[in-house]
Nanobody, 115 residues
């Protein structure tokens, strides 16, 4: 089984930036999709960004133009660059790997945006 280890969470002031990293314990298959989810207080965990092995990216509308997902195939790493952060971005961020309906999750990182 694959293990996902996240790093880079923390506290940032409104308007600031933060980069999250997720390292997989093995290379990802060609058909395996990587994604970032987040869970904000009082809401369900929801996807915010995704990327395929071929580099096709998708974003939820709330983060378009502010967040950027990328992937380094050689190091089995996926990143989430978050810019122009607001308090509404506060939550726990989870790295995810999926293939044929099977999901694997990272441990989760707290991202707090406050003055």
């Amino acid at each position: 089984q694959v293990h996902l280890v996240e790093s880079g969470g923390g506290r940032v002031e409104p308007g600031g930036s933060l980069t999250l990293s997720c390292v997989a314990s093995r290379p990802l298959a060609t058909s395996e999709q990587m994604a970032w989810y987040r869970q904000v207080p009082g809401k369900e965990r929801d996807i915010v960004a995704s990327i395929t092995h071929d580099g096709i990216k998708g974003y939820v509308g709330a983060v378009k133009g502010r967040f950027a997902i990328s992937r380094d195939i050689a190091t089995n790493t996926v990143y989430l660059q978050m810019n122009d952060l607001t308090s509404e971005d506060t939550g726990i961020y989870f790295c995810n790997a999926s293939i044929e309906g099977q999901f694997t999750w990272g441990q989760g990182l707290q991202d707090t945006v406050s003055a």
